[in-house]
């Protein structure tokens, strides 16, 4: 398994604006997986993307993938005071390991 | 269905005393795995089953850290005896195919031991 990386590890933002996440990893992937983490909760999972998708979208969330640079992106877009949480991603490796590990996330805060 | 079950949500207990956490997986699942998160170490990988049997362990701590899984509808984690680096928030999470699909987490189970 690999881990991913997240960057930046915090970010505050007004509420309405958009968030931006980014995610690196070292080799290569079957998926990768953003998930959210609510304080005090269990993490749930916000999308996957596939290693031969490059862009993938859910309501107000974007995910693009750069295989070529072993990166992600989370885009919230009109972030809500409701988004804030940590955030991470789960890279898939192609391996025959396929348990996730997580990074220490980003910390987003939407201030109302 | 009801998600990932686990239980107790709060354990405090007396360093040396055991302690020993379950979990419910989602009905129809068949990978099972188990998570400890720290502020200081954040959230690692324990060990996780598939089919019931326990794939990879190397994530246990040492050996007073023991993971059964006798059926496909209940796993637990014990810990003999507890010490105060122990207190962590355990997550028992579950998929239909981890390669491809992705995990659901329970509420986790905060451990404190003094």
């Known amino acids: 398994s690999q881990q991913g990386e997240e960057d930046p590890q915090a970010l505050s933002i007004q509420e309405g604006e958009n968030a931006t996440m980014n995610c690196s990893y070292k080799?290569?992937?079957?998926?990768l997986q953003w998930y959210r983490q609510n304080s005090g909760r269990g993490l749930v999972h916000l999308i996957l993307?596939?290693?031969?998708?490059r862009e993938k979208h859910s309501g107000r969330l974007r995910v693009t993938l750069d295989t070529s640079k072993k990166s992600s992106s989370l885009l919230i877009t009109a972030s809500r005071a409701a988004d804030t949480a940590s955030y991470f991603c789960?890279?898939?490796?192609?391996?025959?390991?396929?348990?996730?590990?997580f990074g220490s996330g980003t910390q987003l805060t939407v201030l109302p | 269905d009801a998600g990932v079950i686990q239980s107790p949500r709060h354990e405090v207990t007396e360093m040396g005393q055991e302690v020993t956490l379950r979990c419910k997986p989602i009905?129809?699942?068949?990978?099972l795995f188990w998570y400890r998160q720290t502020m200081m170490r954040g959230l690692e990988l324990l060990i996780y089953?598939?089919?019931?049997?326990?794939?990879?362990d190397s994530g246990m701590p040492e050996d007073r850290f023991s993971a059964k899984m006798p059926n496909a509808s209940f796993s637990t984690l014990k810990i003999q005896p507890s010490e105060p680096r122990d207190s962590a928030v355990y997550f028992c999470?579950?998929?239909?195919?981890?390669?491809?699909?992705?995990?659901?987490f329970g509420p986790g189970t905060r451990l404190t031991v003094t």
């Open positions: 089953f598939n089919n019931n049997v326990p794939i990879d």
């Open positions: 999470a579950s998929s239909l195919d981890p390669r491809r699909d992705e995990q659901y």
């Open positions: 080799t290569s992937i079957n998926n």
């Open positions: 993307i596939r290693s031969n998708e």
């Open positions: 789960a890279p898939i490796s192609s391996g025959s390991a396929r348990q996730l590990t």
């Open positions: 009905s129809g699942h068949n990978s």
